[in-house]
Each structure stands twice: as C-alpha cells, then as structure tokens.
C-alpha cells in the first residue's frame, strides 16, 4: 500500500495506526532518502531528493512477501507501480492546512507552493498517473481524526477504488478566494 499527499494532511500518522492494526511495515520514502543520501541539494526551498536513486532504493526496500505501507508526498516520483495494491491519497481543505503547514514552520512561500499543489489536485493526478485509476483512492481528511482517517483506508481495502470528488479549486473559487490562493 502507499500513502501519499501533500504535507500536512496526516499521512505518516495515519500511517502509524494502520501499521499497528495491521501488522505492516512502513516504508517512510523520507527517512530512506535522508538515511541512505539521496539527497541531490538543498535549496532555499528546501531539499531536493535524486529521485533515480531514491526510485532504486525504495525498489530494493519494497518485500512483495510482507505487508508494507510505503509513505510519502514523493511516492507518485520514486515508487514503482508493479507490485502496489492500492494508493491512498490523503487530501485536506487549504483552509485548514494553511494553519498546519504554518504551525510546522513552512515559509509562506512554501505554504503557497503547497496549498496551491493541494487546491489543483496535483498528488492525486500524479497518483493516478503512476499507479493507474484501478488503484488509487481520494480520502478527505479535513474533519477526521488520524484514527477515522485510518479507519477509512483500512476499510477501502476491501471494496474498489473511490474518488469523492474533492473540489478545492471550486470551493475557494465560490467564496471569492482565488487572490488568496494564487498570484495572478
């Protein structure tokens, strides 16, 4: 299984509790990259990964004998489609994952880089380009606790695939926000 999405929609926590309840192995894509130097350079942005060794290590990580849950906002650029079940995409409302990603630091720069890639759907696009629609389902984790949040993925395991259809583009668009969201 992986998890991915943009920072601050609550993906390695949820993580954590599925691995409990389960008994899976959490593959953690940024550990790996910190721990095994896959690190290309670091920016004023912040770090950039060499997504062909990272995409090799991950490889040599993944045991297609156990259950594993490999996590990360990377996953759709460095984890290979074979051998993948299913993709969880973890989304939250800008609104409020604007206060979370400030709460952790993030420059406002980095903020609006974010905000913007989770208003545009940019991890479930990229999600559904690399481990095809059949495996990848939308979870919207804006008024959920970690725990629900896992409930649902652990839930999702047994039935197809499902997009809810998250909108964000239209919601901030209806309550006159874009400004706030994007320079244009």
């Known amino acids: 299984m992986v998890i991915t999405g943009n920072p601050g929609v609550g993906k390695h926590t949820s993580a954590d509790i599925i691995s409990k309840r389960l008994g899976a192995e959490i593959i953690d894509i940024n550990k790996i990259a910190i721990e095994k130097n896959a ?9 950039e990964v060499d997504v062909n060794k990272l995409t090799r290590l991950l490889t040599n990580s993944i045991n297609k004998k156990n259950d594993q849950i490999i996590v990360g906002h990377l996953a759709p650029y460095v984890v290979r489609s074979a051998g993948i079940r299913t993709v969880a995409v973890l989304r939250r409302s800008p609104y409020k994952l604007a206060k979370t990603l400030k709460d952790r630091g993030y420059s406002d720069k980095k903020v609006r880089e974010n905000l913007e890639s989770e208003i545009l759907g940019i991890s479930l696009h990229d999600a559904m380009k690399r481990f095809g629609k059949r495996k990848v389902s939308e979870f919207n984790t804006t008024d959920m606790t970690s725990s629900q949040t896992a409930e649902e993925i652990i839930a999702s395991l047994r039935r197809k695939p499902a997009f809810i259809g998250i909108d964000w583009l239209g919601e901030i668009s209806e309550r ?9």
């Not at 690190?39 to 770090?47: D, E, F, V, Y």
């Not at 006159?176 to 244009?184: A, E, Q, R, S, V």
């Open 39 to 47: 690190i290309a350079k670091k920016t004023a942005r912040g770090i």
């Open 176 to 184: 006159g926000d874009l400004k706030k969201f994007f320079d244009y």
